[in-house]
């Protein structure tokens, strides 16, 4: 379930720049949360990365206007990609993980 939390998320937040990811991790973070600790917790990592990548991007928006929020939203976008693969490798693996770089909103 870890790796479809992740993966799903990923691909959620790629097809649609970002902005689905958010929805997609939630859904599965309240169908899978009472399925054990190991779902839950990478259910739970899912939801914060979309999270703190959801903050940032809306920062960014403003900061388009003196184009430097294009930066900063490529880079939130990379990042929770990039956060998103190395939890689904570490779930895949069976391993718990804390992502990187995020903020613990869910626990």
Do not use: E
């Not at 169908?31 to 990548?53: C, E, S, W």
């Not at 959801?54 to 930066?71: C, K, N, Q, W, Y």
């Amino acid at each position: 379930m870890g790796l479809s939390a992740h993966g799903i998320a990923a691909a959620a937040t790629f097809f649609s720049a970002g902005t689905l990811g958010f929805v997609a991790a939630l859904v599965l973070y309240l169908m899978y949360k009472d399925r054990g600790p190991f779902a839950r917790a990478h259910t739970a990592n899912a939801l914060n990365v979309q999270i703190t990548a959801g903050i940032i991007m809306l920062i960014s928006l403003p900061l388009m206007l003196v184009l430097i929020g294009f930066a900063t939203y490529g880079i939130a976008f990379v990042m929770a990609l990039v956060l998103h693969i190395q939890g689904a490798i570490k779930a895949s693996d069976g391993q718990w993980w804390d992502p990187p770089f995020t903020i613990k909103f869910v626990r």
